[in-house]
């Protein structure tokens, strides 16, 4: 999704906002920029600034209507056996995020618990794989008991995450975790390696998925 960019300016005094497709303000003119042109929408040289103010909402959400086609909704399984899938998960490969940074050997461990939540626990090594283990614990619970596919995750109340299972192995033995917007992906499997053939194949589901596969990194995993 292209982002766009709002820009406001009066004299040498400028602001931006993020968003939509770029807004151009200056001293005599509104205009919408597109394509890198401006395209004029009103001569605004008698009008002061208060007013000008006015007009910024009307043209923010003219700027926000202007959508580049989106693909389509990320799909997952067709059913989870929730008691199937618990266990450990060793991280094959990963999209890069801050709260990752550092992280090698990274697994994550799932159960069962008494409310029919499941218990979390990711750990890493940090910098090496003789490095400290770091730990998180969490909790997760399904929010499509049809498919036991899309779970929410959270670490720290008050915030949770999607955590939606977009491919599994016949016998479970590896499972890609993704995110509705596609910013967040993980290749897990039940040993710390995966065969390149496997992996291959999941890369090219992933393409069909519309993900850019080319973010993934690999994990350094211990070797048993």
Same mark, same amino acid.
């Given at each position: 999704?292209?982002?766009?960019?709002?820009?406001?300016?009066?004299?040498?005094?400028? &602001?931006?906002? +993020?968003?939509?497709?770029? #807004?151009?303000?200056?001293?005599?003119?509104?205009? $919408?920029?597109?394509? %890198? @042109?401006?395209?004029?929408?009103?001569?605004?040289?008698?009008?002061?600034?208060?007013?000008?103010?006015?007009?910024?909402?009307?043209?923010?959400?003219?700027?926000?209507?202007?959508?580049?086609?989106?693909?389509?909704?990320?799909?997952?399984?067709?059913?989870?056996?929730?008691?199937?899938?618990?266990?450990?998960?060793?991280?094959?490969?990963? &999209?890069?995020? +801050?709260?990752?940074?550092? #992280?090698?050997?990274?697994?994550?461990?799932?159960? $069962?618990?008494?409310? %029919? @939540?499941?218990?979390?626990?990711?750990?890493?090594?940090?910098?090496?794989?003789?490095?400290?283990?770091?730990?998180?614990?969490?909790?997760?619970?399904?929010?499509?008991?049809?498919?036991?596919?899309?779970?929410?995750?959270?670490?720290?109340?008050?915030?949770?995450?999607?955590?939606?299972?977009?491919?599994?192995?016949?016998?479970?033995?590896?499972?890609?975790? +993704?995110?509705?917007?596609?910013?967040?992906?993980?290749?897990?499997?039940?040993?710390?390696?995966?065969?390149?053939?496997?992996?291959?194949?999941?890369?090219?589901?992933?393409?069909?998925?519309?993900?850019?596969?080319?973010?993934?990194?690999?994990?350094?995993?211990?070797?048993?």
């Amino acid at each position: 999704m292209a982002w766009c960019h709002y820009a406001f300016r009066w004299n040498r005094l400028s &602001f931006r906002l +993020g968003m939509a497709s770029l #807004c151009h303000f200056e001293d005599t003119h509104i205009g $919408l920029r597109m394509k %890198g @042109k401006v395209i004029p929408m009103m001569n605004i040289s008698a009008f002061d600034h208060l007013f000008i103010l006015a007009l910024i909402p009307v043209i923010l959400l003219a700027c926000a209507s202007l959508k580049e086609p989106s693909v389509p909704p990320l799909e997952v399984v067709s059913y989870v056996d929730l008691k199937r899938y618990i266990g450990t998960w060793y991280e094959i490969a990963r &999209f890069p995020h +801050g709260f990752q940074e550092g #992280c090698v050997g990274s697994r994550a461990t799932y159960t $069962l618990l008494e409310d %029919g @939540k499941i218990g979390v626990i990711n750990q890493c090594y940090k910098g090496s794989l003789n490095g400290e283990i770091s730990s998180v614990q969490g909790k997760a619970w399904v929010t499509e008991t049809k498919t036991n596919a899309k779970l929410k995750v959270r670490f720290f109340w008050p915030f949770t995450g999607d955590y939606w299972i977009i491919d599994l192995g016949e016998n479970y033995e590896y499972a890609v975790v +993704g995110h509705p917007n596609r910013q967040y992906l993980w290749i897990l499997s039940r040993a710390p390696e995966m065969d390149e053939a496997l992996y291959d194949r999941i890369l090219k589901k992933l393409r069909d998925q519309f993900y850019d596969v080319s973010k993934l990194s690999k994990t350094l995993q211990l070797r048993k």
